[in-house]
């Protein structure tokens, strides 16, 4: 009996360090963060994984950097700043290894990450681990994140484990290389922001199973490549650029990912909040965030035919109602509740 579970045992592991690993790094002048990134992946006690860095058409001597001090990693050179979904598409193409882990290049991990993820997987699912803040150690990280039905994340910011979780972050998102092309990658239209969202509520949709994985864990410099922090006031901070992507990709998502009739009603009522965000900016006389709003109802008219097709692909392949999915989702309107605790965000831009 002893020997049939030492042998079990031996070929189970067998089996799972014959399974490759692509860890695909997405980059745009972001050397200095690759610089502790890299280092912590070569130190893996999983040694089956490949590295893919995908620059996005750097400026700075990431290129030069990575082929000096890594030479086994693998580069692709994007022609321009494809930004964030598409730039890690073109990875996943390239990738070799049976399960992709796509990485922020702000982040570290742990010696023990690729093994832990390996061991975790379970068929058709998605792993979100553990994010520890950087900057701060010593502070209370997350396991992926929480959505409200308008399709904004939300986390609980009195105690992050409390958080009702829906999406695995794009930050360090695990998943099975078959089921990512299967769930149709992510969507690149989107450009930045709110990839990881729409990926794992389409997953969800096609009947896939999100996991947070609190146990496996990885540093991560939250808003080291996109600004979103809190600054010494405790007010939010963010940027123009991310206030346009965030509510333009809102409005995309929504209208692909919920079925009818529930669409029409969170759709109008984002909207609606939308003119009301409008109009406070213009009292404070901030045109710039005005016209966030503007150029993001812009592009999806712009837009409307193609996130329609994909509203047909989406919803094609629904194996999930949406009264399922919206039972592990917020009722309520996230940057609300954002508002009332940090006041109104400093834009940095």
């Not at 990134?37 to 089956?48: A, H």
């Not at 999406?167 to 992510?186: H, K, V």
């Not at 592990?328 to 954002?338: A, F, H, N, T, V």
């Amino acid at each position: 009996m002893q020997t049939a579970i030492k042998y079990f045992t031996i070929e189970r592991f067998k089996a799972m360090n014959s399974k490759k690993i692509s860890v695909i790094i997405l980059t745009f002048n972001g050397l200095n963060f690759l610089k502790s990134c890299l280092p912590t992946i070569r130190k893996q006690t999983y040694k089956n994984f490949e590295i893919i860095i995908v620059d996005n058409h750097s400026t700075d001597d990431t290129l030069e950097f990575v082929s000096k001090n890594f030479p086994g990693a693998r580069i692709v050179r994007n022609k321009a700043n494809y930004g964030f979904p598409k730039g890690n598409n073109i990875g996943a193409k390239k990738a070799k290894g049976d399960y992709l882990f796509f990485l922020n290049n702000d982040t570290e991990l742990f010696p023990d990450t690729l093994e832990q993820l390996i061991k975790a997987y379970r068929p058709k699912s998605l792993l979100s681990p553990y994010q520890i803040p950087a900057r701060n150690k010593k502070l209370q990280g997350r396991a992926g994140a929480g959505m409200d039905i308008f399709g904004f994340p939300f986390v609980d910011q009195d105690d992050l484990d409390k958080t009702k979780f829906f999406y695995a972050d794009g930050a360090g998102l695990f998943i099975e290389r078959a089921d990512f092309f299967a769930i149709g990658m992510f969507d690149e239209e989107l450009f930045f922001f709110q990839e990881d969202i729409d990926l794992s509520w389409r997953a969800r949709i096609f009947g896939y199973n999100v996991i947070p994985c609190p146990k496996i864990k990885f540093y991560h410099y939250y808003g080291g490549t996109a600004k979103l922090n809190l600054d010494s006031r405790r007010r939010l901070r963010t940027s123009y650029f991310r206030r346009y992507y965030n509510d333009r990709n809102a409005i995309r998502n929504i209208i692909k990912n919920y079925s009818f009739p529930i669409v029409i009603p969170i759709l109008s009522m984002l909207i609606f909040f939308y003119f009301l965000e409008m109009a406070l900016f213009l009292f404070l006389r901030d045109l710039r965030a005005v016209k966030c709003y503007l150029n993001a109802f812009r592009w999806n008219l712009v837009h409307i035919k193609d996130t329609l097709r994909a509203r047909r692909t989406v919803q094609k392949g629904r194996r999930v109602s949406d009264w399922n999915l919206m039972r592990d989702m917020y009722w309520q309107y996230s940057k609300l509740i954002l508002f009332l605790k940090f006041e109104l965000p400093w834009f940095q831009d």
